[in-house]
């Protein structure tokens, strides 16, 4: 018997413990196990290999190509906004906003559409 389940015996029966936790111990035993079980194949999931790109040589993450095409986009769609006419004024405080959304939408997007694996 472990100390903690002598504990256990020794509070119950001195009527200071209000509950049997003896099958709480035994479920918490169960979750080691299972903790143990499960860690290493968590922290095997990582070994895979890291999603990049060889450019000259030189291999750079997926994202890295999502965000600086996002920005391109962005840029795209502020000069078209503009040739419209149809952007706010200039001290209009929501554009930093709505152009960081639009750089993480398309970011994402392109992450989705380019590279599903």
């Not at 860690?39 to 999603?51: E, I, K, Y």
């Not at 986009?73 to 706010?88: E, F, N, Q, S, Y």
């Amino acid at each position: 018997m472990s100390d903690t389940h002598a504990w256990v015996a020794w509070q119950m029966k001195a009527n200071r413990l209000p509950i049997d936790l003896r099958g709480f111990l035994a479920m918490e035993s169960e979750m080691r196990r299972l903790a143990a079980v499960l860690l290493p194949w968590t922290l095997l999931s990582g070994c895979a290999t890291a999603p990049s790109i060889g450019v000259l040589g030189a291999y750079f993450p997926d994202w890295l190509f999502c965000i600086v095409g996002a920005i391109v986009g962005t840029a795209l769609v502020h000069t078209a906004l503009r040739a419209a006419g149809r952007l706010p004024q200039p001290g209009e405080l929501t554009l930093p906003l709505a152009y960081s959304a639009l750089t993480a939408i398309l970011a994402l997007s392109g992450w989705l559409v380019f590279f599903q694996n």
